[in-house]
């Protein structure tokens, strides 16, 4: 029961520097999320993917890029990390055809430090 | 756009008593889903319950129980019995049941409260 998975869990940077976020999901999920979680703001959206080739911007885009690689991969990628973006990251995905399944299953996130 | 609002940032409770997280919502739609997350220190987000907008009568998953008052755009979640184990961080999230083609819905989360069990 793999469910989301999120790599690495933990990861320091320079500013500048670039990395990718990796997230893989093993339930033949359509869409795919990434979320910030920063203190006393919840979870906002960085990214989502509603199928294997398209992805959106949702509400914090500027500084990322993502790619959805296939059904299963949706990763995040940072170019030129800043401090503004330490962070923990979620990845998340969801099944949108069925409207009984009205929920999100998440990673167990990456905390990330742009020194 | 939708907002959530959490307006109390820590709450505690004593173990085996009852305790109410609040939240509050703004949206012009009428047709929607709410969701309380639970975030362990372990950092996963959990769900806890889920309540759709056009149903009246209020989700229950064992202990825990929303009291939905759409009129009032309110979402509260309470806990009876408390346990250690409840202890975490608590979000309130919304989302659309509008779904246009080709789209992905979008969760839109409160800040969080974060609850502690005293034994």
């Known amino acids: 029961n793999a469910g989301v998975t999120q790599t690495p869990k933990f990861q320091v940077l320079k500013t500048g520097q670039s990395m990718t976020l990796q997230c893989a999901q093993d339930?033949?999920?359509?869409?795919m999320y990434w979320y910030r979680q920063d203190p006393g703001m919840g979870l906002r959206l960085i990214y989502y993917s509603a199928s294997e080739g398209t992805t959106d911007k949702g509400e914090v885009p500027n500084g990322y890029n993502v790619s959805r690689l296939n059904k299963r991969e949706f990763s995040l990628r940072l170019e030129s990390a800043a401090p503004s973006q330490t962070s923990v990251y979620f990845c998340?995905?969801?099944?949108?055809?069925?409207?009984?399944?009205?929920?999100?299953?998440f990673g167990s996130g990456t905390q990330l430090s742009v020194l | 756009a939708q907002t959530v609002t959490q307006s109390q940032p820590e709450m505690s409770v004593q173990e085996a008593e009852t305790v109410t997280l609040s939240c509050t919502y703004d949206t012009s739609e009428s047709d929607y889903y709410l969701f309380w997350y639970k975030q362990p220190p372990s950092r996963q987000m959990i769900l806890v319950i889920r309540q759709e907008a056009y149903k009246q009568q209020n989700a229950t998953e064992n202990r825990f129980s929303v009291n939905f008052q759409k009129a009032a755009k309110s979402f509260s979640l309470k806990i009876s019995d408390s346990q250690l184990g409840d202890a975490a961080m608590y979000f309130c999230a919304y989302r659309s049941a509008l779904h246009p083609p080709g789209s992905a819905r979008q969760l839109t989360f409160g800040s969080g409260t974060q609850l502690t069990v005293l034994p």
């Open positions: 339930m033949n999920h359509n869409s």
């Open positions: 998340a995905s969801s099944e949108e055809a069925t409207f009984l399944l009205q929920k999100l299953f």
